[in-house]
């Protein structure tokens, strides 16, 4: 009973590790050569086909952008879009986006990223690209001590 159970779990892991699949029914066409006639069997084989997941349309926007985050003070103030300012929410402030655009922020050094909407301006400084909430910020940081790093943003695309 035990190894029936290991054998079902083990199974199981392995789904949830590879992901579901599904199977599609192939038809395999084997000849073989017997001394006297040429004989054809039909055997069906199952092979399984892996789904890719539907993830959104991205359009990159640009590499290399410095992110940074807002300050605590800032919450419950009212942002440029007219929203409230909360750092716990997944928004940024961009200079030149569209607010209400969605936003892959993408941290280059790790690959982590979070999606964002933008619903304030800034950062107001030259070198600075986006400014992100504190909890985004974190969520994808390499280092959680430092102010910056380099991030590429896409937009993601409506459908």
């Known amino acids: 009973m035990k190894n029936s159970s ?8 392995f789904l949830i590790i590879t992901g579901f699949a599904t199977t599609e029914t192939v038809a395999v066409r084997k000849i073989e050569k017997p001394a006297a006639a040429i004989v054809a069997d039909t055997t069906e084989v199952t092979a399984p086909i892996a789904e890719k997941p539907a993830g959104p349309k991205l359009t990159l926007y640009k590499k290399s952008a410095l992110a940074t985050y807002y300050a605590d003070k800032f919450n419950g103030r009212k942002t440029s879009s007219g929203e409230r300012f909360h750092n716990k929410h997944y928004t940024a402030a961009h200079m030149k986006l569209p607010f209400g655009t969605m936003v892959r922020v993408t941290n280059e050094a790790n690959g982590k990223f979070v999606d964002v909407k933008v619903n304030d301006r800034g950062p107001y400084s030259k070198k600075l690209e986006i400014d992100l909430t504190r909890t985004a910020f974190m969520e994808i940081a390499s280092n959680k001590k430092s102010g910056t790093f380099k991030v590429k943003m896409e937009i993601i695309e409506k459908k």
């Open 6 to 13: 290991l054998i079902f779990s083990a199974a199981l892991l």
